[in-house]
């Protein structure tokens, strides 16, 4: 079920589609709202995770004051957060449950949805998974693309999914970056038809090839699918900081990512982290 996710068109993150979001329109619209307000934070997704943390807090004292317990401050939000939400979106991550331990692919995996699927009917929700690095560089796969052996060599290279398809993804600061598409502030992805454009801007040093993470293959599924996976109890949906997502960069935060979500989501989430693998 799992192994055969997407369908090839549907959910290819390849093409020149990757460019529609940056219409003229939505960047007139960016530009009048920094100008009016040029200190304003732009991830409402911490303005959702400030009021999660406050309902989270509220709760607590008052299950504490129920029990004759003593109050405690809720702790402000700090660089990195995480917390369930209801349905996938943009910029989310689906944190693998135990009940993919023993699917190799997806056991223990955290994915980055790059698109949801729900704003264009015709594809289906993709994303790469972030946390399996494959500990060799690009250099080492003999590339033959001309970018990939030069500008690009020394990137590391991580698994992103069982479908064919190459994807990257990019740091870019606070600012969204012509040609590539935002995932999350701070972070915009892009797949081998924008490779040059790609390099281009590490030549012009606006970014540095440290600011990029490859990933061999993603993962895709028909909207369908991956909603009755979700029903299913195969993964817990969840919104994630951007320090979050952008820190884990080296190897070893990458691999220790999925127990670091689980353990920022607390609860029962927290638990689930320091289990062991269940035998299948």
């Known amino acids: 079920m799992i192994m055969n996710s997407g369908n ?13 979001n940056n219409s003229s329109d939505s960047n007139k619209s960016n530009d009048t709202a920094s100008q009016k307000s040029p200190h304003i934070n732009l991830d409402w997704r911490e303005f959702r995770a400030n009021l999660f943390a406050r309902e989270q807090a509220e709760k607590s004292e008052s299950d504490t004051q129920n029990q004759g ?22 910029g989310c991550v689906l944190v693998a449950t135990e009940k993919l331990d023993g699917i190799r692919t997806f056991e223990r995996t955290v994915v980055l949805l ?38 690009f060599a020394d990137c590391s290279l991580h698994f992103g999914g069982p479908l064919e398809a190459s994807m990257f993804l990019l740091k870019t600061g606070q600012s969204k970056l012509p040609g590539f598409e935002e995932v999350i502030p701070g972070l915009c992805f892009g797949a081998r038809n924008s490779l040059d454009e790609a390099a281009a801007l590490v030549k012009k040093g606006v970014l540095k090839p440290q600011d990029f993470r490859f990933f061999v293959g993603y993962a895709g599924w028909q909207l369908d699918q991956l909603r009755e996976e979700i029903e299913s109890d195969y993964w817990y949906v969840a919104a994630c900081s951007s320090d979050l997502i952008c820190g884990a960069t080296s190897d070893t935060s990458s691999e220790s990512l999925w127990e670091e979500i689980l353990q920022l989501m607390g609860g029962h989430y927290s638990e689930l982290s320091r289990k062991p693998k269940q035998d299948m």
């Open 114 to 151: 790059l698109r949801s699927g729900t704003r264009h009917p015709q594809e289906g929700p993709f994303g790469v998974v972030i946390n399996r690095p494959l500990h060799k560089k690009i250099k080492h796969m003999k590339p033959t693309n001309h970018e990939l052996a030069t500008t």
């Open 8 to 20: 090839g068109d549907r959910s290819s993150p390849e093409g020149d589609n990757l460019k529609r």
């Open 69 to 90: 317990g003593s109050t405690h401050e809720s702790k402000p939000l700090g660089l990195k957060w995480a917390h369930p939400i209801p349905v996938p979106e943009t």
